[in-house]
């Protein structure tokens, strides 16, 4: 296979793969092919409301996510991307992710996302920290 083919055929099998999660609505149904959770529209529009409210709480710069993978959720990602809270699957508390992609290289919880937010930087700046002595001890 020459490069153009080989280059065509992975863009247009990422353009499929992404089709597969175009969500799709059939009556009551939201839902994309590939997940196959039957996710409902009503479920939708909750995520985003629950979103839009938790950036809201989270002050400025933060913006609401929505995400499908069997049923809708949300989370809030500030201005750099870098930061992120998510609600707990059980409900009683908050998620914060510090780092690059989906999750990150630190984490935080708390009982609200503002502590959840104070937790993550303080796990990163005890990180920072132990890093600091471990370049001066070897300088």
């Not at 499929?16 to 590939?34: D, T």
Request: a positive charge; proline letters at 2%; aromatic letters at 8%.
């Amino acid at each position: 296979m020459t490069r153009k083919i080989r280059q065509a055929f992975h863009c247009n099998q990422r353009t499929h793969v992404q089709q597969l999660w175009l969500p799709v609505r059939n009556g009551m149904i939201y839902c994309s092919p590939a997940c196959g959770g039957h996710c409902t529209l009503a479920a939708w529009e909750l995520a985003w409301s629950r979103g839009r409210a938790l950036a809201a709480r989270l002050g400025v710069g933060w913006n609401a996510v929505v995400w499908e993978n069997l049923g809708w959720h949300f989370k809030a990602v500030d201005r750099t991307g870098l930061l992120k809270v998510h609600l707990q699957e059980s409900g009683d508390g908050w998620t914060a992710f510090l780092g690059h992609g989906d999750g990150g290289n630190w984490t935080g919880e708390g009982k609200t996302p503002g502590t959840a937010v104070k937790a993550v930087r303080k796990a990163a700046r005890t990180a920072l920290q132990t890093l600091s002595k471990l370049l001066e001890a070897t300088s």
